[in-house]
């Protein structure tokens, strides 16, 4: 079975940085394209960065140039590097691994950017 664990939410100031994780179980990390994705109240779940299999990146325009996408493959695991973070940036952050025939999500972590 498949599973996917984010973690390194948390509450954070403006201009605050942030660490998240996403370690996936079993075999099935196999270079297969990965996203964060965030969902904030009120609001529809929205891509923030992803990877391919050849490690090309993408990001969202408003976190372009404050967030960083990585994976390393030993670890089975992504991050998402997050720098001078803004209060619009508060969601839950979701990752999703995207196989041929399905995607995988996580069960989110929250991330609050307030004073």
């Known amino acids: 079975q498949v599973q996917l664990v984010e973690s390194g939410g948390g509450l954070v100031q403006p201009g605050g940085s942030l660490t998240l994780s996403c370690t996936v179980s079993?075999?099935?990390?196999?270079?297969?394209?990965m996203g964060w994705y965030r969902q904030a109240p009120g609001k529809e779940r929205a891509l923030v960065a992803y990877?391919?299999?050849?490690?090309?990146?993408n990001y969202t325009d408003s976190v372009k140039g404050r967030f960083a996408i990585s994976r390393e493959i030993a670890k089975n695991t992504i991050y998402l590097q997050m720098n001078s973070l803004k209060p619009e940036d508060t969601a839950i952050y979701y990752c999703r691994l995207d196989t041929p025939s399905a995607h995988y999500w996580g069960q989110g972590t929250q991330v609050t950017v307030s004073s």
């Open positions: 990877i391919t299999r050849a490690a090309s990146t």
């Open positions: 079993g075999s099935i990390f196999n270079f297969y394209p």
